[in-house]
């Protein structure tokens, strides 16, 4: 079944709460509204026709100038070989979405990966906690406007350019070489040979005086 088709069936069943298809690009997409999802993702995976049983990726981006966190769910069905893209708006000051994780699990660690990284809250996940960076934190580093806070208890969150040591390292280790192993002296500047004399020129004939 193509996404076109797929999609088709979205909007014969949900209406206006599946939004239409995007452009074909890589990957065309529907948003859908947020309150619609987990009925529309059990839809998804249990119509036959359909059987979209696994969820690839999930994963969030931050729009600030729109004040939007898109949630961007990749499904696929193994069995039937097709496939299609849905993203979900929440609105940034308090971005909140319904978790999927009760109809497809791998949604349970990467709902978390986009709740440590950008903070958005998956209402009914089981266990909605960080799950890269530890629990006192502050604030969410995917966002386009998180500051660095200058490192975490004492670490130092700068270091400098891995190149930079390593051509540090490298002259190091030059130099330690050629304390081992100096090169040997440059041998004697030769003497410079003598210019040739230059060669004598004869007197040139003298022209007697006219008349004489």
Known sequence: MTTNEIHEKLKARFGD???????????????????ALPEIARFLRDEPSLALDFLENLSGVDYPKRNVIEVVYHLFSYGLKHG????????????RVPSVEAIWKSANWME???????????????????????DDWEGHPLRKDWQEHGGYHGISNVRENPLVELRRLDEIARAEELKRNPPP??????????????PSTPPAPQTPPAGT
């Open 17 to 35: 709460a599946v939004g239409p298809l995007s452009e074909p690009k890589i990957d065309p997409f529907a948003v859908v509204r947020a309150d």
């Open 84 to 95: 299609i893209v849905l993203k979900v708006e929440a609105n940034r000051e308090d971005p």
């Open 112 to 134: 978390r990966e986009a709740y440590d990284l950008l903070g958005l809250v998956f209402e009914g996940h089981p266990d909605l906690r960080r799950v890269l960076l530890p």
């Open 185 to 198: 002296p440059p041998p004697p500047a030769a003497a410079a040979p003598a210019a040739p004399a230059a």
